[in-house]
């Protein structure tokens, strides 16, 4: 199994249940501890500590999997899915930065380790090699789709910002919010390995739908586990989006129902958030089915996902993706 511990290459099999696709995720991740390790000091240390905490690796599977529906495995594939990761990773660390979290994946985060300062820098480090790994390569329109994703994921955050403790949010403003801050990461992954693997625009677009639409359920399905998750399983703290004042999807499904909307509003605007009340509120969300809409709204994400893959020929590749959809549902339950 390479270099991977065992711990590792369990984990990644919750991903990959075929031995080929095991091989890819493996590859990816030597490749990716190669770019990693090349680092020094400081900078290496926060790079292994982060792709040593462990990870799904959706995105550059994604890429590699979108790339082969079009076309062969190549080398500017593997390049470009390792620098998906590689914004994932430096986007991970500056939203701890942000939001002030102390725990990812059940580990320190780097700015518990380092501090504000170097993780922020660590970051930085991390996202500039994603793109010198695009350049070296020669992957102009990928850098051109990478830039564009960077951009939205940043606005997505400041919206994110903007709305905190806005009980009066809209659903269409959660939606904006998800869809630049998480999603238009994978529909550009898909978008990217289509494209880098030889497939034609409106193809990589339809492919890059089915990310966008994996995306929005990746997120909707984080959100709700925020709020009524195995904080175990989780690996980071519970309530921390409701603490924030950052209203996800079943908290805005709750202030839309006349009977809990005035009660739940006072609740965020006065920021009552003991232990008890953070219970209350989970249970509150719970019996008004405000979870098992959200998980309704998710699924149907998935269902279109799911249907957008049927209008491509069946192969190996499709199903992976469609694997993709059902771990995913699985998550949630
Ligand atoms: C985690 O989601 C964070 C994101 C999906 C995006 C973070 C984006 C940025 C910080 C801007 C882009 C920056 C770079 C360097 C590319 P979450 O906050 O919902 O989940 P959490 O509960 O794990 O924090
Ligand atoms: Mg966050």
């Known amino acids: 199994m390479g270099t991977l511990t065992s711990e590792r290459s369990s984990e990644l099999q919750s991903i990959v249940w075929d031995s080929s696709s095991l091989e890819v995720a493996v590859m990816i991740e030597a490749e990716l501890t190669k770019v990693v390790d090349d680092g020094r000091g400081t900078i290496r ?7 040593n905490a462990g990870g799904k690796r959706v995105r550059p599977l994604l890429v590699w999997y979108s790339g082969l529906m079009f076309g062969a495995p190549s080398e500017a594939l593997k390049r470009t899915a390792v620098a998906v990761e590689l914004i994932h990773m430096a986007s991970l660390i500056h939203d701890d930065v942000i939001d002030g979290s102390e725990l990812r994946r059940n580990r320190p985060t780097a700015q518990k380790n380092w501090g504000c300062h170097r993780a922020v820098l ?22 051109e789709i990478m830039a564009q994703a960077v951009q939205e994921m940043c606005r997505g955050e400041i919206l994110q910002a903007a709305d905190q403790f806005n009980t009066g949010v809209s659903l ?33 677009e339809t492919i890059g739908r089915f990310g966008l639409n994996l995306g929005l359920a990746f997120q909707i399905t984080d959100d709700i586990l925020d709020l009524c998750g195995d904080e175990a399983k989780m690996g980071k703290a519970k309530y921390a989006d409701l603490t924030k004042g950052n209203i996800t999807l079943p908290l805005a499904l709750l202030l ?14 006065e920021r009552e ?3 008890a009340q953070l219970e209350r509120i989970e249970s509150t969300l719970r019996e008004s089915g405000a979870i098992e809409r959200a998980f309704a709204i998710g699924a149907a994400h998935l269902e279109e996902a799911r249907k957008i893959l049927s209008g491509f020929a069946d192969s190996s590749q499709r199903r992976f993706l469609s694997d993709l959809t059902y771990m995913l549902q699985a998550r949630a339950n």
């Open 273 to 275: 958030f003991n232990r």
């Open 45 to 51: 240390d926060i790079g292994l500590h982060s792709l």
């Open 256 to 269: 839309k129902e006349e009977g809990y909307r005035d009660w739940i509003n006072t609740v965020i605007k």
């Open 122 to 143: 660590g970051g930085d480090f991390f996202f500039a090699k994603a793109f010198g790994v695009l350049a070296e390569t020669g992957l102009v329109k990928t850098l």
């Open 172 to 204: 269409e403003r959660y939606y904006e919010r998800i869809t630049k801050k998480t999603a238009v990461l994978l529909e550009a992954s898909c978008k990217a390995g289509a494209l880098v693997a030889g497939a034609p625009e409106s193809e990589a």
